[in-house]
């Protein structure tokens, strides 16, 4: 019965479209990878600033690439990263912080 089933789903996923197919297995349109990094300021790697990336997801097409902003401070730049988490979740993401949190 599940070879069956198995066919038929795949038969249906033929005529469709990603987007459409997504839909169907379940897998988010829209993802959203918060970063949280170190950003080296000489070749030595020795002097360094905290910052936040954004890559931004709509089914395979990347939409965004961007770094949103470079803080002195770790505290500020990981407030900021769950900052923009909360405001791309409320815009229908799915979205992960990712980076050195250290928790």
Partial sequence: MSDEFFRELMADALGKNPEELGE????PQKICDVFVQ???LDEDLKRFEWGVSVVRFNG???E???TYGVFHSW????KYGRALK???QS???E???KGELGD
Avoid: P, S
Wanted: glycine content about 8%.
């Fill in 91 to 93: 815009r229908g993401y």
């Fill in 75 to 78: 505290n500020l730049a990981k």
């Fill in 24 to 27: 169907i297995l379940g897998e």
């Fill in 95 to 97: 979205t992960h912080l």
């Fill in 64 to 66: 965004e690439a961007t």
């Fill in 60 to 62: 395979d097409e990347l």
């Fill in 86 to 88: 909360e405001f791309f």
């Fill in 38 to 40: 170190r950003v080296y």
